[in-house]
């Protein structure tokens, strides 16, 4: 069974431009959640893909935006970067569960993306 | 708003002691989780924690959790060098679905020799 990918592992970027961070779900697992990680934060919530909808969403303004692709995978789309968006966005990856345990819907993280705007 | 709160936020702790980290969630939650994470690595689920009174326990880690009170606690028992990391907790806002988490600031963990 693969685990949550995400790509790339490190970006460098000024302000003003675009970025584009890839994820890949885990085998069997139709849902999608991006979180932003600033230093010496805790994870914090962006917005969630189900079957490709938007399902949720945090705090975030809508130049952050996602996709999600009919094999689960998804991006994340920043546009207009801020020095502020230096973080390491993590993706992670679940399934609705239906055995009514702790696992369901259980959140696998990726290994993140560490984006560096200057 | 939903707001978790950890604490201590730093922990510095001698091999063999024992300590507690706190969590403490300011609204009612289906789960709550526990994360460990390495410098500069993703995180790793430590606990899945669902009714009150839950109780888990792996090796020198035991989380419990009151969800009267919205406490939970992540206790480190005769703590080795190895137990190093951030330790999160991480509240389930989704009520049934898939949902987003709401995580605390984080305890950073060091045991010292």
């Known amino acids: 069974e693969t685990g949550v990918t995400q790509s790339p592992t490190h970006l460098i970027k000024t302000r003003g431009q675009q970025v584009t961070l890839r994820c890949s779900s885990q085998?069997?697992?139709?849902?999608v959640s991006w979180y932003q990680q600033a230093l010496g934060q805790g994870p914090q919530f962006i917005f969630q893909y189900y079957r490709e909808e938007e399902n949720g969403r945090g705090n975030f303004p809508p130049r952050f935006s996602g996709l999600q692709f009919p094999n689960y995978s998804s991006e994340l789309n920043v546009n207009a970067l801020e020095l502020d968006d230096s973080a390491l966005y993590l993706c992670a990856s679940s399934r609705p569960g239906t055995s009514g345990g702790a696992r369901d819907n259980e959140q696998f993280f990726g290994p993140g993306t560490r984006l560096t705007v200057l | 708003e939903l707001k978790v709160e950890q604490n201590p936020l730093f922990l510095s702790m001698q091999e063999g002691k024992n300590y507690t980290i706190y969590c403490n969630y300011s609204t009612t939650s289906d789960r709550l989780y526990w994360y460990r994470q390495d410098p500069g690595k993703s995180l790793e689920s430590l606990f899945v924690l669902l009714s009150n009174g839950a109780v888990k326990q792996e090796g020198r880690l035991m989380a419990s959790l009151d969800t009267k009170a919205r406490l939970s606690t992540l206790h480190i028992t005769a703590a080795v060098h190895d137990l190093s990391a951030t330790y999160f907790c991480a509240v389930d806002m989704s009520r049934g679905s898939q949902g987003n988490l709401i995580f605390g600031k984080g305890t950073k963990l060091s045991v010292k020799p």
């Open positions: 085998s069997g697992h139709n849902t």
